[in-house]
């Protein structure tokens, strides 16, 4: 089969990355390529190997930005080789000391730990950052449109709940806007997860999806992927 076009596309645009941080040769290898994230295995010449992440898309290269703010706050990160301002090359998981969590790595009580003092250390470090600094909001999007267009698209117009919205959201708003915040991930999954090989730490990544919200949604967010309370009472008690 010919290669597509838009594969052809992706791997000049990973190329030209790989130039601008003066890699010339290297064998390219294709992980995943969605939503204008391209996602490539780097082979270089000494033996060595690195993953690309490529973003054709403007709106996801604020990744790049995420991964120089935590490391500026103290938060753990997968190690960053190089990056230009639309992409980033990190440490390959397959020759590292962390490996990529599995759907039973979550309910391990010692690494839920981990990820609880991952977690811990993000919000520590958001909330000092925030003092200073400002962020995308999560509770930007709190709009008279958007839960107009939430209504409409969930059919669900005759409840009653819509009511209250509207003739209370002038203070509903004012109350969600003057609640404290902190940067928060929103996103956990195992699949965002890596871990170290002897269990002694775990680092979240990719943060596209990074904001400025409440801590509760985070620690909910990672609740909700426990399937067992020795796992959870772990992740909370170490928080």
């Known amino acids: 089969m010919m290669p597509s076009r838009s594969s052809d596309s992706s791997e000049r645009f990973a190329r030209a990355q ?26 270089l010449e000494d033996g060595s190997s690195a993953v ?8 996801y290269r604020r990744e790049i930005a995420n991964y120089q703010l935590l490391a500026s706050i103290g938060v753990p990160t997968l190690r960053v080789i190089a990056s230009t301002d639309c992409s980033l090359l990190l440490e390959d998981l397959d020759r590292s000391s962390f490996r990529l969590a599995t759907a039973q790595d979550i309910d391990d009580p010692v690494l839920a730990e981990k990820i609880g003092l991952w977690y ?8 000092e950052y925030l003092r200073e600094h400002s ?5 930007d999007n709190f709009t008279r ?17 819509w009511g209250v919205l509207e003739q209370h959201y002038d203070r509903i708003h004012a109350a969600v806007m003057s609640l404290p915040r902190t940067l928060v991930y929103t ?13 002694s730490a775990a680092i979240v990544f ?24 020795a796992a959870q009472e772990a992740f909370l008690t170490v928080y």
């Open 18 to 43: 790989l130039q601008r941080m003066n890699i010339p040769r290297a064998n390219l290898s294709l992980i995943r390529d969605k939503d204008g994230v391209a996602v490539w295995r780097v082979s």
């Open 52 to 59: 690309l992440k490529a973003f054709a898309k403007v709106e």
């Open 120 to 127: 811990r250390a993000l919000h520590q470090g958001g909330r």
């Open 135 to 139: 962020f995308i909001d999560e509770y």
């Open 145 to 161: 449109e958007n839960l107009n267009l939430v209504r409409e698209r969930t059919h669900t117009g005759s409840y009653a709940v």
């Open 187 to 199: 996103d956990f999954h195992f699949s965002n997860l890596a871990v170290a090989r002897d269990s």
């Open 206 to 229: 990719d943060y596209n999806f990074l904001f400025k919200s409440y801590a509760y949604s985070d620690i909910r967010n990672v609740c909700g992927n426990f399937s067992n309370a």
